[in-house]
């Protein structure tokens, strides 16, 4: 019997006192006494009826119980299907409906509201809080501390992980066991993690970030996580002298600069700062050199492909670019309308094949035969080109996707709600650069003849259906929207226009 995802991350480490997860407190859950819990909660989904290939949906805050759950599901065969916080009980109940999961766990802050969409949904809903506490937690009290581990294979299915679409629908990305297995392992080894380190865990577990890359690279290292519930700048300063390593987003890295007592001296004991989810500006990646004496390493991923390209660990990191595509990973820059490979140094969009990349979206055939080509190179939509060296620069993007501090926000969403506010004809939204996120979602509507529109009013309105990091930082009335001869909103005139918004 064997269980590829269990065995390599988890399995291998029953009864290792070594330490696994670091608390701000500093309590210690070691590997071994992680396995326990996992255990634990592998019986309790078991004894709560769920069954391999089922899907449990977790809202909750980041703890180590959070993420038990995660290796609970890998024990079970469960597939993990992690969601926002921030996400409303609206946008909840799509992925609760879509997915068809058996159990949803969330927040005792959010039960009230989650419990018609649990119910509608004929799912079991439990709660776990950031503090461990919860129905869930209790329920697993008294389980055994042993499991009985549910043979899977590589192909199985391990994880959702549902990512917007320029139509405002959201998918369900199908990771696969060795999608996150080969990735971490490949990664783990590229960027020389071993179980001397220490990482400084910061980054959300519920997206691929600080889940398959920041933790199942540890796991695969045997090192141990700082780990905290979310962005603490001072926690991080008084950490950093105990720890060898940081992944972030680059809100991180630009925070980190604004503080003085980020130092040389402070970091002299780190060997390695990570960035990724959105462009580092190579401003950041010279800043941080001059300040700190480390070139951050900046590699480049999606949610249905995990890791694609990375700079090297020994070598050139070069600014501005994502490096080079990582070892068993096919890259290719091909023509947008034709789909051909474009000759070196050219722009195109990215095409990327490999062990890495997913094996579709949930229940929507269509999406993933307009993404995911026959022969196995996935469109990622963003646009790049590879320079004479090797390295690929991403350029652009061929989708119409903004990323605020890392979180991805798809536009198309966000305008068919303000399409409905009162008063409103249309709307268009667009990324403008922020000094904090890198660049923030802003609302330009036009009204219907003779409305006045009250931004404030319709900015609350979109309180109950859309997350907080998603809503506009600012909405701008304007007489009517610049189109093309074809009739298309044209963003790039409006991007401009706005582009000094924030600055
Ligand atoms: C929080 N807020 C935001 C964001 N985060 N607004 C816009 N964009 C954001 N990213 C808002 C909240 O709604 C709230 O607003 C206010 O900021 C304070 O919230 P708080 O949670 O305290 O913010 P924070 O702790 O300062 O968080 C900022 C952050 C966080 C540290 C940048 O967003 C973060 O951890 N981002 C990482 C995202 C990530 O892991 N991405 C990986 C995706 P109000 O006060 O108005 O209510 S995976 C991926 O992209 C691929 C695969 C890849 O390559 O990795
Ligand atoms: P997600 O859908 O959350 O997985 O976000 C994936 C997207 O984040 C990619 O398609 C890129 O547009 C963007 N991204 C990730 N890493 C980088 C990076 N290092 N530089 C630029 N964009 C990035």
Known sequence: MTNPLYDR??????????????????????????????????????AMGLVAGDRLAVQVGKSPEALAVF?????????????????????????VENSGAKLLLCDTKKQADL??????????????????????TEFCA?????????????????????????????????????NLLDNAEVLAKHWRFTAEDVLLHQLPIFHTHGLFVATNVCLVAGCAMRFYAGFDAEALIRDIPKATALMGVPTF???????????????????????????????THVQFEERTGHRILERYGMTETNMNTSNPYEGERRAGTVGFPLPGVE?????????????????????????????????????????????????TGDLGRIDEDGYVTIVGR?????????????PKEIELLLDEAEGVLESAVIGVPHPDFGESPVGILVAKAGAVLDADAI?????????????????????????NTMGKVQKNILRETYKAMFA
């Open 398 to 410: 061929n989708k119409d996707l903004i990323i605020s501090g890392g979180y991805n926000i798809y």
């Open 142 to 178: 008294a389980l055994p501390e042993a499991f009985a581990t549910v043979s899977r294979s590589a192909d199985d299915l391990a994880a959702f992980l549902y990512t917007s679409g320029t139509t405002g629908r959201s998918k369900g990305a199908m990771l696969t066991q060795m």
């Open 9 to 46: 991350l988890f399995g291998k480490y029953a009864g290792a006192e070594t330490p696994f997860l670091i608390l701000p407190d500093e309590r210690v859950i070691t590997h071994d006494a992680f396995l326990r819990m996992a255990a634990r909660f592998a019986n309790g989904i078991t």
């Open 253 to 283: 890295y630009t925070r980190l600069l604004d503080d003085a007592r980020f130092t040389k001296e402070l970091t002299k004991g780190m060997r390695l700062f990570i960035s990724g989810s959105a462009p580092l500006l190579a401003e």
């Open 115 to 136: 419990a018609p969409v649990a119910a509608a949904n004929s799912a079991r809903l439990e709660t776990l809080n950031g503090d461990g506490s919860g129905s869930f």
């Open 71 to 95: 290796a609970a599901c890998a024990q079970t065969g469960v597939i993990f299907l992690p969601l926002n916080t921030a996400y409303t009980g609206a946008e909840i109940a799509y992925f």
């Open 459 to 483: 900015l609350k309105g979109l309180n109950d259906s859309l997350a907080r990091f998603k809503q506009p930082k600012a909405l701008v009335v304007v007489p009517e929207l610049p189109r």
């Open 331 to 379: 890259l290719k820059v091909c023509d947008p309308q034709t789909g051909e490979a474009l000759p070196q140094g050219e722009i195109g969009v990215i095409e990327v094949r490999g062990p890495n990349v997913f094996k579709g979206y949930w229940q929507m055939p269509e999406k993933t035969r307009e993404e995911l080509r026959e022969d196995g190179f996935f469109i």
